[in-house]
């Protein structure tokens, strides 16, 4: 493989090898013994790596303050730095500057309600499709309009 890949593509190589990465962390989480009695946990495992990869990660696959913050204003609730560092220590107990996947999945599964998983949940059911109908509008004609 060329090892000299430019822009698009070793990006493209990047996400790759990061959800490859993701998937073997997905299954320790099913084959741990703490989980097992986890509805569901295989389909909210891949819920859980789809939301994750959604994220600005960085080169090392994991949520920086910067990918939080940009994740946040694109939701529509922008927070200060302050409040970002209050969330990723939420998640992390201090322990790094950045969100890595077993922190975020930790969180998501776990009893806690950290505010980046409340954001996250709030987000998820505010998009469900319940409100907004597949496919094209319907069609309209002069009469019905107002």
Same mark, same amino acid.
């Not at 696959?61 to 560092?85: A, C, F, N, Q, S």
């Not at 999945?105 to 505010?126: H, N, P, W, Y």
């Given at each position: ?59 090392? $696959? ?7 913050? &940009?994740?946040?204003? +694109? %939701?529509?609730?922008? #927070?200060?730095?302050?409040? =970002? ?7 992390? $107990? ?7 996947? &077993?922190?975020?999945? +930790? %969180?998501?599964?776990? #009893?806690?309600?950290?505010? =980046? ?30």
């Amino acid at each position: 493989m060329p090892s000299n890949l430019q822009g698009g593509k070793s990006f493209g190589l990047l996400k790759e090898q990061q959800r490859v990465k993701l998937d073997e962390i997905n299954k320790e989480y099913l084959e741990d013994q703490k989980y097992r009695d986890e509805e569901d946990l295989a389909e909210k495992l891949e819920g859980l790596k789809n939301k994750y990869a959604e994220f600005d990660l960085n080169d090392q $696959g994991e949520i920086d303050m910067m990918g939080l913050k &940009r994740t946040m204003e +694109k %939701m529509g609730v922008p #927070k200060t730095h302050l409040e =970002l560092k209050k969330m990723i220590v939420e998640v992390t $107990g201090g322990s790094s500057n950045t969100i890595n996947y &077993r922190d975020f999945v +930790k %969180m998501m599964l776990g #009893k806690r309600s950290a505010v =980046l998983k409340l954001v996250l949940i709030f987000e998820d059911k505010a998009n469900g499709g319940a409100c907004k109908p597949d496919g094209p509008p319907p069609k309209r004609d002069i009469s019905s309009l107002p």
